[in-house]
């Protein structure tokens, strides 16, 4: 099982960008996709997340607005559009799979880093003018 996070990069804030979760060697579909950053010195935080099923979604309270999260099953990928970027959200940010299907959401804390299966490589977001 691999994940393949891309699309990170260097923008001024106010810009958008979309990252994209690449999923390869999954024998089933009903997993969630989760995007996780971190920026240097902070905890790693859940920023969205997809189920498999109804595509339910999740998203933390500083994104929501700005960021969209979507898949495409035919293609095993997962899409997070982030839009209006603030340097806040500079981070490295990590793609990461849960076999266990719906997105957990823990009260007061997110998305649970425990409940996830697979992480991909991570890709470099910067938001700097």
């Known amino acids: 099982v691999q994940l393949q996070a891309s699309g990170g990069g260097l923008l001024q804030p106010g810009g958008s960008l979309r990252l994209s979760c690449a999923a390869s060697?999954?024998?089933?579909?009903?997993?969630?996709i989760g995007w996780f950053r971190q920026a240097p010195g902070k905890e790693r935080e859940g920023v969205s997340c997809?189920?498999?099923?109804?595509?339910?979604?999740y998203y933390t309270g500083s994104v929501k607005g700005r960021f969209t999260i979507s898949r495409d099953n035919a293609k095993n990928t997962v899409y997070l559009q982030m839009n209006s970027l603030k340097p806040e959200d500079t981070a490295v940010y990590y793609c990461?799979?849960?076999?266990?299907?719906?997105?957990?959401?823990?009260?007061?804390?997110?998305?649970?880093?425990?409940?996830?299966?697979?992480w991909g490589q991570g890709t470099q977001v910067t938001v700097s003018s």
């Open positions: 990461a799979a849960s076999l266990f299907g719906p997105c957990t959401v823990v009260v007061g804390t997110g998305l649970p880093v425990y409940e996830y299966d697979y």
């Open positions: 997809i189920s498999s099923s109804d595509r339910t979604t």
């Open positions: 060697g999954f024998t089933r579909d009903d997993y969630a």
